[in-house]
């Protein structure tokens, strides 16, 4: 199979500091592998205390010093904007770069550049259009807020479509006027890379943003525990979000987390089963399975289970599966071997879990590569792991159910609460459903498509707080009250 290399690849990826591309103080890098021939193509630096240390206090010298948060709106939009068409130009590119680190089909990858770009006019325009509450007391007092940024902001993203969530984090921060340390993923750091170039081009003053390269435990353990980085925004697992929730308690630090998700699709059998086979399928099988939102447990009404799970199989058995830059392919190659070992150890367990319907280990003539046939278990019981824990990869479980209370008591029998997707043609059961079930976001008869002023985030173990629309800003800005004698 021939594997597209992009040309111009940087021969190191350095951290970001000050305006400055630099090494570690340490001198310590880490390899980072494609996933197609898990070979090491670039060495990033790895970041240790140190070098947060810098970051942190280049980012805290243009929050106490420096222009960008004492802006006013319509001259930090104004960046922002130049920043959107930035990327939006780069559209081809960011999807190359990210095909190539994460093993996205690159159909996938292509307009991610273009939906992060919008992140940032939507921020730019939601600052300048900004107003806070007022309230008079006729004769004793006027009160208003005033908002101003908190601080520096830690932003720690996860490896799937890492520069779109990253740009989730970036653009409310500087928006809101808050310096940024952004730690990304160890596994793909090479679409990170982008940014410096971008910012320093559309005029972002040296330190708001800064980077910092390398593993979790080291770059990123630093960064929570900073006592001069009031603001952590995480994006990753369930588990890692729990130890920096323990760690930021001793600076009783600001946290918005978006965390795992083990999401339900619950099919009536009054739905439209032809969209309801094109979402679902859309819905897991999409961005190689290793996407938050999946619907990785769909629940069917009885009277439509086994047509469902036949054509659903069926589907899924078709879907091609091959080198991420091919225009053809549906699935490319999962992210890191230790992640593709993970998925493999799901696919076994569901073999006695569940009913195998389609896929269950590599697809034929793929025998090198981090690549997993899309797979389907049937009868899954929600005692079952595969029910129950995020699997991250092209691996779903159908479950039969008789009633709309069984359909619910099955939906919200998981740790984690962050989507829903339902369908039904009856109006009233799909609102009063989609009120009860847990989640954070619900999607009715609808393919995963957000408006981006709407909130994004989940409940229980899927997360705290929300990403996206007005409500970022609240994250990253003080409301201070002011109360004023007349
Ligand atoms: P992860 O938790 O392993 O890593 C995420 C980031 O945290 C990485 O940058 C990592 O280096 C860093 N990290 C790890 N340990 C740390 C520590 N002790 N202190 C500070 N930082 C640390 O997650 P992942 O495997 O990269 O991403 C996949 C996970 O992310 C899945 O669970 C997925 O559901 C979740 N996710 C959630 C959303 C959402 O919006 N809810 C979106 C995308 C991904």
Request: proline share 7%; hydrophobic share 40%; with cysteine.
């Amino acid at each position: 199979m021939t594997h597209h290399v992009p040309d111009g690849l940087p021969g190191e990826l350095k951290h970001y500091i000050g305006g400055e591309l630099v090494d570690s103080v340490s001198g310590k890098t880490f390899d980072v592998l494609d996933p197609v021939t898990n070979t090491p193509y670039v060495t990033a630096a790895a970041g240790q205390a140190e070098d947060v240390d810098r970051a942190v206090a280049a980012a805290r010298a243009a929050f106490t010093d420096g222009p960008w948060p004492r802006l006013l709106p319509r001259a930090r939009a104004r960046v922002l904007n130049r920043i959107a068409d930035a990327v939006e130009a780069q559209d081809a590119r960011l999807a190359e770069l990210e095909t190539f680190d994460t093993g996205l089909p690159i159909t996938q990858a292509l307009g991610q550049a273009q939906r992060a770009a919008e992140n940032f006019r939507f921020f730019a325009d939601l600052v300048v259009a900004q107003s806070d509450d007022t309230y008079q007391v006729p004769g004793r007092q006027v009160n208003y807020v005033h908002r101003k940024p908190v601080g520096v902001a830690g932003l720690i993203t996860p490896w799937n479509t890492p520069f779109m969530l990253e740009s989730w984090k970036l653009a409310p921060a500087l928006a809101s006027g808050c310096p940024v340390v952004l730690k990304p993923a160890e596994f793909t750091p090479l679409s990170a890379s982008l940014w410096a170039g971008i910012f320093a081009d559309a005029g972002l003053p040296p330190g708001v943003f800064n980077l910092v390269n390398g593993f979790g435990e080291e770059a990123g353990d630093a960064l929570v525990k900073h006592p001069d980085v009031p603001l952590i925004s995480f994006t990753g697992e369930t588990t890692t979000g729990q130890t920096i929730y323990r760690n930021c308690a001793t600076h009783l630090k600001g946290m918005s987390m978006e965390l795992g998700g083990k999401s339900p699709a619950i099919v009536f059998a009054d739905a439209d089963l032809d969209a309801a086979l094109d979402s679902t399928l859309f819905g897991v099988f999409s961005l190689n399975g290793e996407r938050c939102t999946a619907g990785s447990r769909i629940l069917v009404e009885r009277p439509v289970y086994d047509e469902f799970c036949a054509r659903y199989a069926e589907r899924a058995a078709d879907i091609v599966v091959g080198d991420p830059h091919d225009p053809a392919t549906e699935v490319g190659a999962l992210v890191h071997p230790e992640h593709y070992e993970k998925v493999m150890r799901y696919v076994e367990l569901g073999k006695s879990e569940g009913r195998l319907l389609a896929g269950g280990g590599r697809p034929s003539g793929l025998d090198t590569g981090n690549y997993v046939a899309p797979t389907v278990f049937a009868d899954v019981p929600p005692t079952a792991r595969i029910f129950q824990e995020e699997i991250f990869g092209p691996v779903v479980a159908l479950t039969p159910f008789d009633t709309e209370a069984e359909a619910l008591a099955l939906a919200n029998d998981v740790k984690y609460g962050l989507a829903a997707y339902l369908w039904t043609s009856n109006l009233e059961r799909a609102h009063t459903f989609a009120q009860s079930v847990e989640a954070g976001m619900v999607w009715l008869n609808s393919h995963n498509v957000r408006d981006l002023r709407t909130p994004f985030g989940g409940v229980k173990a899927s997360g705290l707080g929300h990403e996206g629309g007005y409500r970022s800003l609240d994250f990253y800005t003080h409301q201070q009250a002011i109360h004023v004698s007349l």
